[in-house]
């Protein structure tokens, strides 16, 4: 019945797919959204006071430049940046959903390697890995809206939605998949699938730019939702993906506080 669905609603798929095949958002469009984020939550009163318990310490006698010989901050623009920087990781940490992040995500194993992120399960007959970055994979949830009317505007979540590596491993095999978030809305009677194939390729050993690969919205419409139903059958379903996506959007909010108190402590300390 799946197969029969998505067969006959799927031109939707070769729509949405050119826009979601672009694998990066441009940086400020994160930026942009969480300042206006951060802003609408907090008043100017709160603004002060945070700062005013960031005052410089008298000058050192041991700095010419008359900074604050204990925290080492020598200009003007480092002492703004940092007295920012204290309420901005204040503000996240509060907003953060989760501080512990599962090891373990349907039988997928994580494993973390900075911006990159690896889920493996594997059994006797072969390896699935699925693979992706959150850099630049954030940007405001589609079905919330921000009311510029509203006396306290709320602003959409933050969501990352990465594009994302699927290879199926048999021995020296490797059936590869490249997926991502499809966007907008599905028309009524339409299966929603949360995610869709870009781009699709096998080789073997280890994959390099000579191998051929073929866009996912150029495959015939059938085969097409047989690849989707064999993605479905080694656990990739909607409900996976969805809970992909919550795994991202809560390591790469962990990875943008680890940002901001990186850049704090690169302000602060003396080298």
């Not at 000058?59 to 008359?66: F, T």
């Amino acid at each position: 019945m799946m197969n029969v669905v998505r067969k006959a609603f799927g031109l939707r798929h070769f729509t949405q797919l050119s826009a979601a095949a672009v694998p990066l958002k441009p940086a400020g469009g994160r930026a942009f959204t969480r300042t206006l984020w951060n802003m609408s939550r907090f008043s100017s009163d709160n603004h002060s006071s945070t700062f005013q318990s960031k005052k410089l310490l008298k000058p050192s006698i041991n700095c010419a430049c008359g900074c604050s010989g204990t925290l080492h901050i020598h200009t003007k623009g480092e002492r703004e940046l940092v007295e920012f920087l204290a309420e901005e990781i204040i503000a996240e940490k509060k907003a953060q959903k989760k501080n512990v992040l599962p090891a373990e995500i349907d039988g997928f194993k994580v494993k973390l390697n900075r911006a990159d992120v690896e889920l493996e399960k594997k059994n006797e007959k072969e390896r699935i890995v699925i693979s992706f970055n959150v850099n630049h994979t954030v940007d405001a949830d589609d079905e919330a809206e921000a009311e510029s009317t509203a006396d306290k505007p709320e602003f959409a979540e933050m969501r990352s939605k990465p594009q994302f590596e699927v290879d199926i491993v048999k021995g020296s095999q490797t059936l590869s998949f490249t997926c991502s978030f499809l966007q907008g809305e599905a028309q009524e009677g339409e299966y929603n699938d949360v995610f869709g194939i870009d781009e699709i390729t096998i080789f073997e050993g280890e994959w390099n730019d000579k191998v051929y690969a073929v866009a996912g919205d150029v495959l015939d419409g059938y085969l097409y939702d047989l690849l989707m139903n064999l993605l479905e059958e080694k656990g990739i379903s909607n409900e996976f993906v969805q809970k992909l996506s919550d795994f991202s959007t809560c390591y790469e909010h962990s990875s943008y506080i680890g940002l901001l108190e990186g850049i704090s402590k690169f302000t602060i300390d003396k080298k």
